[in-house]
């Protein structure tokens, strides 16, 4: 019988290469059994197709309906793709009933007795999809046909989870970022976070990830994204993943290697210092959260962090490293205002990360603080559930600060305005002094997208000489070496005559920038 299972999901960008499908369809063969392993296919969408297209896609890969065959569909459900699945499985369910639609992934997995997604649905997987997946499916093809619409998700231990790595196709390996995974799983209990749930961390038994990662090595994978929640909490671990990668990186010199990693700030043994010294630079990004540096913040979330060691941490990782650090603020935290957050962006500022990426705060369904339904806190009703006030922020703050925080990238995370950006922060608030600059960048271009750099380079030409009063032979050399530097091949009108002429050296050293920005920036995304 040509029963089909099609293991779904909506990427947010096309580089992302989903880790949470390809160990479904790992497992089909496990606990499905050899004939569901030999039905089952992958259709990876991003979450800007066409909902009609991706249904078409789906149902090719269906095929023609068989009265006595078996057809699903599983989905991944994520905060930022709940929307349009959600169009998808509407449109899929209208043309073909017959279909099973079975959800899965952190959207469904909590409060989801009011979803529009879970009602449109057959069944529901709450938690870990491994295992209760391929069981499912095995149930719905040769039965008993399962009675629950509501499945809880098996946690297997890790050892008898297949490995997800060799579904990686060899495009994958040369186009998109790969995600690994040597842990599940967070000790720390951030109420913020899905995380918390877990309550403690699991790790994968090291010498066969390792393995997987020098088959994925070998077949040409270079680009590396890890989503462990905490790669430093068991250094042991930690050095031997680093130490495979120097080995890699002393056999092959010529052969640049990525690597992204998430780390707790204020654990940084010496050991695993000295492992990271040894990485020459565009080798290691760390993603560090800090959330928040104001202790009464922390308390209130119950996130535990020591001040001391963050700073001397990110201290060193700064001076005595050459990893990419990418570290993370929330705005938006209860009891956190805009002065507090203030000196805890100019306290992270002054301590020289490469980048801050500036949150702000979301309800995700499932976490303690939404258990908490705290008054004070008010949320979008629609995902992505972003904070619209609370007991220390008013709606106009947030609004504010959310426009802040785009402007924030384009012109501090993009790297594009390095020279231009010290004159911009150059006070004795850094934050202050952007939330200046963003609010006039608001009342003149009132819009927070579709900001080329040639308009960004205009309006801090303008902003700067005008609003700060810096002369304007100073400001524009900066902004000429920025732009040159990102090469940028326009001409923006504040340096009409006087770019340089471009000579091809400055052109390629620019080019490359340009690569290594937008390597960072698709890897830091979620
Ligand atoms: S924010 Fe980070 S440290 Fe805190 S619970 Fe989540 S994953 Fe763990």
Redesign the pocket.
Known sequence: MPHRIVLATLNAKYIHASLGLRYLRANMGRYGGPDLDACTTLAEFTIQGAPQDIVDALLAECGPADPGAVYVVGFGVYIWNVVPTTQVIALLKSQRPDVKVVLGGPEVSHEWSDQAIVALADYLITGWGDVSFPKLCRALVHGPRPLMKVIVGEQAPLADIAPPYPLYSDHDLAHRVLYVEASRG?P???EF?L??LDKTAWAFELEEFLSELATLYRRGARTFKFVD??FNLKIDASVKILEFFLERLAEAPQEPIFVHFEL?PDQLPERLKACIARFPAGVLQFEI?I?SLNPVVQQAIS?RQDAAKTEANLRWLTTASQAHLHTDLIFGLPGESWSSFARGFDTLWSWGPHEIQLGVLKRLRGTPLAAKQHPALVFQAEPPYTVVQTDAVNAQEVAAFIRLARYWDVVANSGRFKTSLAMLLDAPSPFLAFAHFSDWLWRSQRRTHGLTPEILVDALFLYLCQERGLGAERVRSALIADYVASGARATPKALQGFLPRRAAPALAVGVRHNERQQRHAVVSLP
Request: with cysteine; hydrophobic share 25%.
């Open positions: 967070c720390f209990k951030c976070c995380s918390a929640r905490t707790v959260g959330q996130r």
